[in-house]
């Protein structure tokens, strides 16, 4: 079923288990409460499509996949720090100077 809100998000929902299927470019992202249908997936596409299986994701759309005991969490950590890296990058002086604040 196709997402009504972001096109290129499809899912499908079998009784208690999910498909959720992630196009972006040129990748796909595939997200399922039961892994057999994963391989199931992947045999249907490669029919149709050249593909090349990256493994486990670890990352996607500038988020950091964790994997817990009670599934998945993302965090934008790994992108903040890649932004103040740059930031400082730039200006490397910015953070050295003490901030003087006036309240009124």
Same mark, same amino acid.
Do not use: W
């Given at each position: 079923? @196709?997402n !009504?809100?972001d @096109? #290129? *998000?499809? +899912? @499908?929902? %079998?009784?208690?288990? #999910?498909? *959720? %299927?992630? &196009? ?5 992202? *595939? &997200?399922?409460?039961? &892994?057999d249908?994963?391989? =199931?997936? !992947?045999?249907?596409?490669? /029919?149709n %499509?050249? $593909? !090349?299986?990256? =493994? /486990?994701?670890? $990352?996607?759309?500038g $988020? !950091?996949? %964790?994997?817990?005991?009670? =599934?998945i969490? &993302? +965090?934008?950590?790994?992108s *903040?720090e890649? $932004? /103040?890296h740059n930031?400082?990058s730039?200006?490397?002086?910015l ?5 003087i /604040?006036?309240?009124?």
């Amino acid at each position: 079923m @196709k997402n !009504k809100h972001d @096109k #290129y *998000i499809y +899912s @499908k929902n %079998f009784d208690n288990d #999910y498909i *959720i %299927f992630c &196009l972006c470019i040129d990748d796909i992202l *595939i &997200l399922v409460t039961f &892994l057999d249908a994963i391989q =199931g997936i !992947k045999d249907s596409l490669s /029919l149709n %499509f050249d $593909m !090349k299986d990256l =493994g /486990l994701a670890d $990352m996607t759309l500038g $988020m !950091k996949i %964790f994997r817990t005991p009670n =599934g998945i969490a &993302l +965090s934008h950590s790994h992108s *903040i720090e890649r $932004m /103040l890296h740059n930031l400082i990058s730039i200006t490397p002086n910015l953070f050295l100077h003490p901030m003087i /604040l006036q309240f009124f």
